[in-house]
């Protein structure tokens, strides 16, 4: 499995509230949070370079709730993911940009 592919599997086991079980399968055990999404994510981008993968989402937590645009940074320390960052926006009713923020 690639980086990528972990990154995009952690992500989908968080959304889907098995917090515990991403990061015991792909995450450093000192970084385990009880933080979930609870919400749909989906993955638009992944990028890879070094020991850094960032993924570039849309997530919905409710129907009747706007989409945020939401990438995450993910660091790792060989084949573990040892540290993540995150970054979102809510996506605008009337975007400028023929494309919004995918």
Same mark, same amino acid.
């Given at each position: #499995?690639?980086? *990528?592919? #972990? ?6 086991? /968080?959304?889907?509230? *098995? ?12 970084? &385990? ?6 919400? @749909? &994510? %989906?993955?638009?981008?992944?990028? %890879?370079?070094? !020991?850094?993968? =960032?993924?570039?989402? /849309? ?8 989409? &945020? =645009? $939401? $990438?995450?940074?993910?660091?790792? %320390?060989?084949?573990? &993911? ?6 979102? #926006?809510?996506?605008? *009713? !009337?975007?400028? @940009? ?5």
């Amino acid at each position: #499995m690639t980086r *990528k592919d #972990m990154t995009k599997e952690f992500l989908r086991l /968080c959304a889907t509230g *098995k917090v515990r079980e991403a990061y015991e399968r792909f995450g450093a055990t000192s970084a &385990i949070t009880t933080r979930t999404f609870a919400a @749909n &994510i %989906e993955t638009k981008h992944v990028f %890879e370079e070094g !020991d850094r993968v =960032a993924v570039h989402s /849309c997530v919905q937590h409710a129907p009747s709730e706007p989409d &945020i =645009a $939401v $990438v995450h940074i993910f660091r790792f %320390e060989g084949e573990r &993911i040892a540290e993540l960052w995150d970054v979102g #926006m809510q996506a605008p *009713k !009337d975007s400028p @940009n023929q494309y919004g923020l995918f």
